[in-house]
């Protein structure tokens, strides 16, 4: 039930001090209140260690930033993995029964040795957390983690495309989400506060402080088997229902258009798999960020590129005006005129 649980997929790049979804694709990691930002990264697996010799590749990293005055109140940093309700709903599991199971696995890896937090939340009717924890990590080493959870009878999956079930696997949180005595490995009405028990902060408070994670699976059942590995391109086909990235950098070929208008340049692509919703655009702008060629002459784009009302999760359609009218009716074609250029599309939930 996890797209690129082997993290090999990063299109929009490998690493960033910025939060959401910003190195590894369906892997966000949030956080908030830091006296310095964390880096999130996508990094190689080192030969020699039990992950790599299973498979793995490449990892998602999160480097701690120097949190100088110590954990607060209300901060908080955790990787938070979304999964579309309809998935869950069609999976197998029979979510109402404490009878039936599913099996979360992954290998993580911390320089510092502590207990860490994982919790997973129902999102729909009244919503609902699963708390558990890691097991105290020895410091630098490779930890493979198998948590079975029971279905319950409050669960609720609706058969949409809308976000179902949130993974949570939490480097640190404040007070403010966290509660003395919270029942471990059991399903409970969700508060803000039932992110997790109270928390070590040791790792939080070590400045550059690392942690490590790959081969994420979610299965339907009560055993933890080997990890599906699939291929890089049915992982980027999977990403790109989520996420989908035309062009990116300087003089790269985006796709045919025309001028609606003389003053009007049109642009649209059928999309290479059907995204989970009518995707929006993602795209950095500025002066002649791109540009469109028709006989031979060059318009540049100075202003906002916007979507047409028309596109859907199939097909796009933009438009944009030139700082040069040309001939409406006139074919052109797209291209990015900068290294700094990103033209992409997002349905993420």
């Known amino acids: 039930l996890i797209i ?7 299109q ?79 999976s197998g599991w029979n979510y109402v029964s404490s009878s039936s199971n599913i ?8 320089s510092v040795a502590q207990d860490f937090s994982i919790a997973l939340r129902s999102e729909d009717g009244t919503r609902q957390i699963y708390n558990m924890t890691t097991g105290s990590l020895s410091a630098d080493t490779w930890t493979k983690i198998v948590k079975t959870i029971p279905g319950n009878s409050n669960l609720q999956f609706d058969d949409n495309n809308a976000v179902g079930l949130t993974l949570f696997i939490i480097g640190f949180a404040g007070t403010a989400s966290t509660t003395t005595g919270l029942a471990q490995n059991a399903w409970s009405a969700f508060t803000n506060s039932k992110f997790s ?43 790109q229902r989520y996420y989908y990235v035309l062009a990116s950098g300087a003089t790269k070929f985006m796709c045919i258009g025309d001028f609606w208008l003389n003053a009007q340049a049109d642009g649209g692509i059928v999309l290479p798999v059907e995204m989970r919703s009518t995707p929006t655009l993602d795209h950095t702008n500025g002066a002649d ?51 700094d250029a990103h033209f992409a599309f997002s349905a993420e939930l």
């Open 289 to 339: 960020y791109y540009r469109v060629w028709t006989n031979g002459a060059n318009s540049h784009i100075d202003g906002a590129v916007a979507l047409w009302n028309r596109s859907h999760s199939k097909a796009v359609t933009w438009y944009a005006t030139p700082d040069v009218d040309r001939t409406a009716g006139h074919a052109n074609r797209w291209i990015t005129n900068n290294a």
């Open 197 to 239: 028990g109270d928390m070590t902060s040791t790792w939080y408070t070590t400045n550059d402080s690392t942690l490590e994670m790959t081969g994420i699976q979610l299965e339907v059942g009560s055993t933890a088997t080997d990890f599906e590995h699939r291929s890089f391109g049915e992982e980027l086909a999977l990403c």
């Open 103 to 110: 099996t979360l696995s992954f290998w993580v890896k911390s």
């Open 4 to 10: 690129n649980g082997a993290m090999q997929v990063a």
């Open 12 to 90: 929009r790049g490998t690493s960033s001090t910025s939060s959401g979804i910003q190195s590894v694709d369906r892997m966000p990691l949030q956080f908030g209140n830091q006296d310095e930002a964390p880096t999130q990264a996508q990094v190689s697996v080192a030969s020699g260690t039990t992950p790599y010799a299973s498979g793995f590749r490449k990892a998602f990293k999160i480097t701690n930033g120097n949190q100088t005055s110590g954990a607060g109140t209300n901060d908080y940093l955790w990787l938070q993995y979304k999964i579309e309700a309809q998935d869950i709903a069609n």
